[in-house]
Nanobody, 120 residues
Framework: QVQLVESGGGLVEAGGSLRLSCAASGSLFRLNSMGWYRQAPGKQRELVATITRDGKTNYADSVTGRFTISRDNAKNTVYLQMNSLKPEDTAVYYC??????????????WGQGTQVTVSS
């Protein structure tokens, strides 16, 4: 079994910052792509940012220039630094990871989600 455990969500005023963390543990061989998605009430889950094992990043247009994704491969951890937060960033943020388990099977994993609320 593999678990993704997120932390760092909370309530912040518009213009503030938060840093999300997601640590993977369990029967992992290797994690390849890791990323963050979010889902606001009444909306579909959407991609926020992804990062490959060698550090290549991809961002949604709505967060480019404000959010920064990074990872620590040794710790199987991905981070999301969120600056200049806006009320429209309010959502449940989910960690995602794709990789190989100890039997070298391709797997996709999701965290339980962490709430981010930005007040105006």
């Amino acid at each position: 079994q593999v678990q993704l455990v997120e932390s760092g969500g909370g309530l912040v005023e518009a213009g503030g910052s938060l840093r999300l963390s997601c640590a993977a543990s369990g029967s992992l061989f290797r994690l390849n792509s890791m990323g963050w998605y979010r889902q606001a009430p009444g909306k579909q889950r959407e991609l926020v940012a992804t990062i490959t094992r060698d550090g290549k990043t991809n961002y949604a247009d709505s967060v480019t220039g404000r959010f920064t994704i990074s990872r620590d491969n040794a710790k199987n951890t991905v981070y999301l630094q969120m600056n200049s937060l806006k009320p429209e960033d309010t959502a449940v943020y989910y960690c995602n990871a794709e990789g190989l388990d100890t039997l070298l099977r391709a797997r996709e994993y999701w965290g339980q989600g962490t709430q981010v609320t930005v007040s105006s």
